[in-house]
């Protein structure tokens, strides 16, 4: 059985929770990524932030950027895996959610994500075709990105 440690990218890093949604779009242009966990000060995760969240909820809205948090945006209880969960526990939860990116905590920290795409460079064909379709048949092409 494949277990998440072992496909997860082990280089996620947090936006702290009270640093400004500024602060999450510059260290999401700097790192390339359209999404960042949201982290306390403890290492918790607090959330998920993605670069549609501050476009959509912030930007639109006409609110500032340099004033609001990534608290701010983290709302409701965060979706997540252990390290030594199944993958296929994995992709239940990301079909389930039908999101991309699933934070991976140890201990109650943050150790990594796991993305469809690090599935779909490790796992079999057919699975990560289930997923895939899973994820995109009942997700709106706005939140594909």
């Not at 608290?71 to 239940?92: C, E, H, N």
Request: with cysteine; glycine share 6%.
């Amino acid at each position: 059985m494949s277990v998440v440690r072992e496909f997860m990218s082990t280089n996620a890093q947090c936006v702290k929770e009270e640093q400004s949604l500024r602060d999450a779009a510059v260290l999401m242009r700097d790192l390339d990524v359209g999404s960042l966990p949201i982290c306390g000060n403890d290492g918790k995760l607090k959330g998920f932030i993605t670069d549609r969240d501050i476009v959509v909820k912030c930007v639109a809205e006409g609110l500032d950027a340099d004033r609001l948090t990534a608290a701010d945006l983290a709302q409701g209880t965060p979706i997540w895996i252990d390290a030594d969960a199944s993958v296929d526990a994995a992709i239940d939860l990301m079909e389930k959610h039908q999101i991309r990116r699933l934070p991976v905590i140890t201990d109650h920290k943050l150790v990594g994500i796991i993305s469809q795409g690090d599935i779909a460079r490790n796992y079999t064909e057919e699975r990560v075709g289930e997923l895939v379709e899973h994820i995109s048949a009942r997700t709106p092409m706005a939140q594909l990105g």
